[in-house]
């Protein structure tokens, strides 16, 4: 089936590294995808990576796929207390729907 | 537009009221999506439109929820006869075809007393 999980909840201090972790079970998932939540606004699309690459940086942002364990991670450099927010990971499912099935998402608590 | 845009931001109605959500893409995006998000987990998928055409609706709970997208622009989620459990945040994301990036809008909070 398609599951997709995350930790719950992460704090870092301002200009630490933050490292998202994500797993997730469909082997034929096409793209995998960070959005980041911030309160009261919209899913916003952080980054992106194709299942067939290991690796995606993107300024701060670097993205970092193990397809034989089916674990995605994010990490953020030199975090800002503008990073605090909710992460998603999300997996697209190949077929003609293209659907996202998101984990649960991933508070990042950042302490100035 | 610039964005994908929802309306209206928040809604509450009484238990039994019927609800109609609406969704205005992108400009030239052809698929649209509807998601459901309830509190402390991430969007679940509801339907998906090509165009004008409704091609996968299995993510919609039950008969009381429809959709519909007439025109290939602007959608419409119908919830019938509401009740309490479907208090949740409702998500509408467009993109340029099926196998493109998905782009959010703000969302429709939903509450159903």
């Known amino acids: 089936g398609e599951d997709v999980e995350q930790s719950l909840f992460l704090s870092v201090r301002e200009g630490d590294s933050s490292v998202i972790n994500c797993t997730y079970t469909?082997?034929?998932?096409?793209?995998l995808y960070w959005y980041k939540q911030e309160p009261g606004a919209g899913l916003q699309l952080l980054t992106y990576?194709?299942?067939?690459?290991d690796m995606k940086q993107d300024q701060r942002l670097t993205v970092l796929l193990n397809k034989k364990d089916k674990h995605l991670s994010l990490r953020i450099a030199d975090t800002q207390t503008g990073d605090s927010a909710i992460y998603f990971c999300?997996?697209?499912?190949?077929?003609?729907?293209?659907?996202?099935?998101f984990g649960t998402g991933t508070l990042l608590a950042v302490q100035p | 537009g610039a964005g994908v845009s929802q309306s209206p931001r928040y809604k509450v109605t009484k238990r039994g009221q019927d609800v109609a959500l609406r969704c205005d893409p992108i400009?030239?995006?052809?698929?649209l999506y509807w998601y459901r998000q309830a509190l402390g987990q991430g969007p679940e998928f509801l339907t998906y439109?090509?165009?004008?055409?409704?091609?996968?609706k299995s993510g919609l709970p039950n008969d009381r929820f429809s959709a519909e997208r007439p025109e290939g622009s602007i959608s419409t989620l119908t919830i019938q006869r509401t009740e309490q459990r479907d208090s949740a945040m409702y998500r509408c994301?467009?993109?340029?075809?099926?196998?493109?990036?998905?782009?959010f809008g703000p969302g429709t909070r939903l509450t159903v007393l």
């Open positions: 994301a467009s993109s340029l075809g099926g196998d493109s990036l998905q782009f």
């Open positions: 469909d082997s034929s998932s096409t793209y």
């Open positions: 990576i194709f299942s067939n690459m």
């Open positions: 999300a997996e697209s499912i190949t077929g003609a729907t293209n659907k996202l099935i």
């Open positions: 400009s030239g995006h052809v698929s």
């Open positions: 439109f090509n165009y004008e055409a409704q091609q996968d």
